[in-house]
């Protein structure tokens, strides 16, 4: 079992940029992947972004593509989103989450992931 802690969000202008962290605990954290979704409220969650367990691999939806950068850092237990350009329609909670059962394919599903962050706010206005 993993445990996830999300930090780093905040109130940020149109156009800024926020650096998402994903804290991990536990021994194991390479051998999961990760992902990043956000919900915006009354809103369903969507994936935003997901990274091997080795980071060689990314995959991101395509309204971030360009703009968000996700990475993680295993000798530290953490993965990280790099968001730049924020937009005020992506206000959300963004949450990180870890998949220990997919290897093929990075999984773009919240229902395919097993363990969850409690969230962090991300308020994009000016």
């Known amino acids: 079992q993993v445990q996830l802690v999300e930090s780093g969000g905040g109130l940020v202008q149109p156009g800024g940029s926020l650096r998402l962290s994903c804290a991990a605990s536990g021994r194991t954290f390479s051998s999961y992947a990760m992902g990043w979704f956000r919900q915006a409220s009354g809103q369903e969650r969507e994936f935003v972004a997901a990274?091997?367990?080795?980071?060689?691999?990314?995959y991101y939806a395509d309204f971030v593509k360009g703009r968000f950068t996700i990475s993680r850092d295993n000798a530290k237990n953490t993965v990280y989103l790099q968001m730049n350009s924020l937009k005020p329609e992506e206000t959300a909670v963004y949450y990180c989450a870890a998949d220990r059962n997919h290897f093929v394919r990075l999984a773009t599903a919240s229902r395919e992931y097993d363990y969850w962050g409690q969230g962090t706010q991300v308020t994009v206005s000016s």
């Open positions: 990274i091997s367990r080795s980071g060689s691999v990314t």
